[in-house]
């Protein structure tokens, strides 16, 4: 049998460890404005796993959760407040900040809620409108 590849992650201040494991099903930027206000940066690297691939190591009752709608649930450590995933409930996914996956080889892949951008970046990926259709979106791309 093939080993996964798995790799280890962590918030802020180390109190919540997690691990992903296998392929994400998707990775690239979201410029969208509630990524934006939450995140306090200009963009935000995601990650997307099926909730499975997601395993919480460490600290699962140090996990705090807020849900401004019902399509995104957000994660922090309730010490460092350290951002750790999103649950996305309508897509079957957890949105895995690349920034806290150790070692991880990101690769974006695509550019969502491009029109909401903030810091536009010309690396020649598609723009996407809102999302990509197989993520409920309109599939529609926009200029960089
Ligand atoms: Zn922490
Ligand atoms: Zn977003």
């Not at 993520?135 to 200029?143: E, F, I, N, Q, W």
Request: proline share 7%; glycine share 12%; charged share 20%.
């Amino acid at each position: 049998m093939e080993q996964e590849k798995s790799y280890s992650g962590s918030c802020f201040c180390g109190a919540v460890r997690f691990t992903v494991s296998g392929e994400p099903a998707a990775m690239g930027y979201c410029h969208c404005a509630s990524c934006r206000h939450w995140s306090a940066g200009p963009v935000n690297a995601f990650t997307l796993w099926k909730p499975d691939a997601v395993q919480i190591t460490q600290g699962a009752e140090n996990i705090g959760t807020y849900n401004k709608t019902p399509h995104s649930y957000r994660k922090w450590c309730k010490t460092c407040g350290g951002h750790i995933f999103t649950e996305h409930p309508g897509l079957g996914l957890f949105d895995v900040y690349a920034a806290v996956i150790s070692g991880f080889p990101y690769s974006a892949g695509v550019h969502v809620h491009y029109p909401e951008s903030k810091l536009r970046i010309k690396d020649d990926l598609p723009k996407m409108k809102d999302l990509p259709k197989e993520m409920g979106g309109s599939g529609l791309t926009v200029p960089q």
